[in-house]
């Protein structure tokens, strides 16, 4: 009988590009690595309330530089990552609450459901431009997920239940006792000791921390499944 599978906290916001292309990289690496992948939705808005850090889409290089970063980091990753057009709209006004909301909600009830829809949303919002706020679009992308419309519209009315809006916070509050100050955070728990690291591109050094090996973004074995 081998070691215990170590412990990877994913915590992530659909509303944020870099928490797709962390995710699909560490989902690719769970039955590679001898881990135990918890993925944690949370609320992007509210860490950067609590760190008192800003989005950088504010600072007009850090903005235009990270539309080209994400794109090409994107296809060197094999997500199919597009900017959406109305870029200050969707992340500055219409936000993410009520899908991180029903993510919550999801991984209370399904948590075997939660890799799919988490996917869809990122797809909606970050490949085909496609709202996300509205109950139709999250219903969309759940039942594109592969659940049933009654399904999907009770975790809907769940997710604005005070239990599942006290998790997300519960969650939320969590990655910033870690030290987030954005998304995506993954927190490594091996040996005894927590890591905490910040982005998408810390995933060397996570297989160095955990002592596997890195075969790049796209390990041969799985593939890209995009």
Partial sequence: MGPAPRTLELF?????????LGFEILCRYKNIW???????PSFIAGIMK??????PALVPRKGKYMEADVRRLGQHIQVP??????????????????AMRFLTALNLEHP????KASRELWMRVWSRDEDITEPQSILAAAEKAGMSTEQARR?????STTQV?????????????YGAFGLPVTVAHVDGQTHMLFGCDRME??????????????????????
């Fill in 155 to 159: 975790i809907l009315e769940k997710a």
């Fill in 12 to 20: 992530y916001d659909v509303l944020s590009p870099y928490s797709w």
């Fill in 205 to 226: 050094l996570l297989a160095y921390l955990l002592g596997e090996k890195w075969m790049g973004p796209v390990p041969p074995a799985v593939g890209s499944r995009l």
């Fill in 50 to 55: 609590d760190s008192g850090n800003r989005p």
């Fill in 81 to 98: 990552i597009n900017t959406p057009k109305d870029f200050f709209s969707v992340i500055l006004e219409k936000g993410s609450l009520s």
């Fill in 112 to 115: 075997e459901m939660l890799e």
């Fill in 165 to 177: 809006k006290n998790q997300l916070k519960e969650t939320t509050d969590a990655a910033c006792k």
């Fill in 34 to 40: 001898n881990v135990h992948l918890q993925l944690r």
